[in-house]
């Protein structure tokens, strides 16, 4: 069995070799922290947090290095700022630790290592020099550009060729490039903007470069996996091969390239207007992170999403099938939590998601149809152990069935109280207050379940 991914590069599903045998290196850019992470954002973060999961099930937990960047320099921080008042640092300090919290709350591990561009400038310098020195780049009008009708390769990633980019108006024309398709390396900032003394003036970089120098710095010239959303493709991949593979004169940058699908809310683009722009910190307040998260992978990763709150409440419903699976399992021990074959097959498939999804659903069945405790234990672990690697089902299943307490809400220590009153008063043989407690207690959204071992209870 060997993990298979469909690379943008060749337009093909290709057998995953790491360059170096044994060992994987991927980048995935990260956010610009200027705002609150809406859904969307979201995706590729659940998605190659999937992949990481997998990579270090496959190569073990030493042998993949992720690096995921935080974009902290950038002109939509310079306009948020601006536009706010509020100081460029503050702004990007407060929605990085939002951003990590929420992430946190989906389930994503965080990646080995987070480098941040305003802490790669240096790089960033020294990557442009070398540029300018091989002819790839130039110095016009304060500004430092990129020369891509110097290089043939530009436009086999996105497959633009450079006449199509220009007719597409795809880049913007201005009167400091020598050819339009040019792309800014380094702009010229005024005062008042964050800027870094450069050997071409007092400048700030461009977004492009600023993920060339990072990935170089952590992953070395050459490396296995970039991914990112298909709306990076182009101009922004694009470009970091252009900057990445002249500098290094090298034949890659990274050997696949993988891009996840665009995201929709409620069958329409997200957008203010439309009251469709979720932001994961608001869905949170509404859904449990688990939730969001299965919502997210149900879908293969490459396809369209249509993301829904009702899917989200269908995600739900199923986590509680694999909950009370795992809940009725009780005690017994798990046999080893490990990948099962049948799930793992599916994840080397470019990450079939919801064929992996489906599969745990075949190990819940025959969980919940499981004669011995033999025969408990080992399903119990394959589903444990395939929730790992997709990030589910780590929680024990009683605090998920008690989830978090909404406004409004029984707190569970009263909900305690009351189901035990109301077992003293079947003890006591006084059936028609237990159930009229029974029936309090549902009309409260509390739903209580009587076995041999004694009573539990989860929210409806
Ligand atoms: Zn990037």
Redesign the pocket.
Known sequence: MTLRIHNTLSREKEAFKPLQEGKVGM?V??PTVYDLAHIGNARPVVVFDVLYRLLKNIYGEGNVKYVR?I?DVDDKINAKAQETGEDIAAITERTTKIFHADMAALGTLPPDEEPRATQHIKEMIALTETLIDKGHAYKKEGHVLFSVTEWDDYGKLSGNSRDEIIAGARVEVAPYKKDDADFVLWKPSEAGLPGWDTPWGRCRPG??L??SAMSKKHLGEKFDIHG?GQD?IFP??EN?IAQSRCAHSTDLMAKYWMHNGYLMAEGEKMSKSLGNFYTVHDLLKEFPGEAIRLALLKTHYRQPLDFTKDGIAEAKRELDRFYTALRIAGDIEPGSAKLPEEVLIELEDDLNTPAALARMHDITSDLNNASSDDEKAKFKGNLLGAGHVLGLLQQDPEDWFKGETQEGDLIPAVIEALIAERNEARANKDFDRSDEMRDQLAADGIVLEDSADGTTWKRS
């Open positions: 980048y850019c990260g960047n974009t977004w492009h600023e993920c990112g990076l922004h991949h970091e």
